[in-house]
């Protein structure tokens, strides 16, 4: 698999890595063994960068994929802290960082965290000069070997990148967010920040395999947040409608090349954008997990494709999303 720099860790990953918030909560359930195997599936076909974060399951996902990484070692894992907590500013303090740190690193089982995240927190974070002096803390402890930011919105991500020590930002992109390529993919890329490309199939939406008349589970935040009942509704669909975003994969279907999946299509739109260091899509099974990474092996899309890509989002999606996130 291409290998890319993951922003200032310096650390070399595969493209195509994994999410593991499938393997925690919220996308139905996954046994342990079968979160295992897809674990391993994903390795086994060349992914080398893992995401979790605490609150995925409250702490199951960083325990699993703490199981994976005793019997695989030289991954490079990335968690993210501060979602298991009410959303005030006032609680990220380097006390509660160490709280949380060290509960992260009992679940995964090491004296170092690759990379940790801060999870999407109040706005004000980003900008508060004291945040990050006491992750700056944490490296200097030996806690965390880097640090970077969880994001929902380009203007959060642009703060962040400014800060010299913010090692990568994950934010939201794929076919139906092409707002961070106006800026953010370009403002971290000349500042030597990692992109982290997160939700890349706007939750199952750009795989293709969705109908108006799919149901979702109780426990499955496709049900229970879309209209952000539970958490920032562009998490769910990316913010989408589920109409408009079933009208909008039959417009692109046709831009699929043959001898590809349209998940595959929409994980390689995202590889080919300049500044991406690696994007993140979930599995729930051990196919699912193979086939996400045989992304990486396909040749980059045309620029026609790209266009056409542009065309659909700006007539469908662009009024939904673009203006929010």
């Known amino acids: 698999m291409e290998q890319r720099v993951l922003g200032r860790t310096g650390r070399q990953v595969g493209v195509v890595g994994l999410g593991a918030w499938q393997l925690g909560a919220d996308w139905g359930e996954v046994g342990e063994d079968e979160a295992l195997a897809t674990l391993h599936a994903a390795v086994d076909a060349g992914v080398t960068f893992i995401d979790t974060a605490d609150v995925y399951g409250d702490g199951r996902s960083e325990q699993i994929v703490g199981r994976l990484i005793k019997e695989r070692p030289g991954l490079t894992v990335a968690t993210k802290m501060g979602r298991r907590v009410p959303q005030k500013p006032s609680a990220y303090t380097l006390d509660n960082f160490r709280a949380w740190n060290d509960r992260s690193r009992q679940n995964l089982g090491v004296d170092t965290l690759d990379l940790v995240q801060l999870h999407c927190p109040p706005t004000p974070v980003y900008s508060t000069q004291a945040v990050y002096d006491a992750l700056d803390t944490m490296v200097a402890e030996g806690r ?26 994950q934010i939201i992109l794929n076919a139906f967010r092409l707002k961070p390529l106006e800026r953010v993919l370009p403002a971290a890329a000349a500042a030597g920040v990692g992109i982290i490309a997160r939700v890349p199939l706007a939750s199952g939406l750009l795989s293709g395999r969705y109908t108006a008349g799919t149901t979702f589970g ?21 913010g989408v409608d589920y109409a408009t975003g079933l009208e909008a994969v039959e417009r692109l279907r046709p831009l699929v090349p043959e001898g590809m999946t349209m998940a595959q299509f929409a994980l390689r739109w995202i ?46 999606i ?8």
């Open 144 to 169: 965390v070997a880097a640090y970077g930011v969880s994001v929902e919105t380009c203007e959060e991500a642009l703060a962040a990148i400014a800060r010299p020590g913010v090692a990568s930002v």
């Open 318 to 325: 662009r009024p939904q999303v673009h203006h929010r996130w």
């Open 271 to 316: 590889v080919d954008q300049p500044g991406v260091s690696v994007v993140i899509p979930g599995a729930r099974n051990e196919d699912q997990a193979t086939a996400n990474v045989a992304a990486a092996g396909f040749a980059p899309l045309d620029d026609e494709t790209h266009a056409a890509v542009t065309a659909v989002y700006d007539e469908l």
């Open 218 to 238: 109780a426990d499955d935040h496709r049900g229970y947040n879309r209209h952000g009942e539970a958490f920032d509704v562009g998490e769910t669909f990316s």
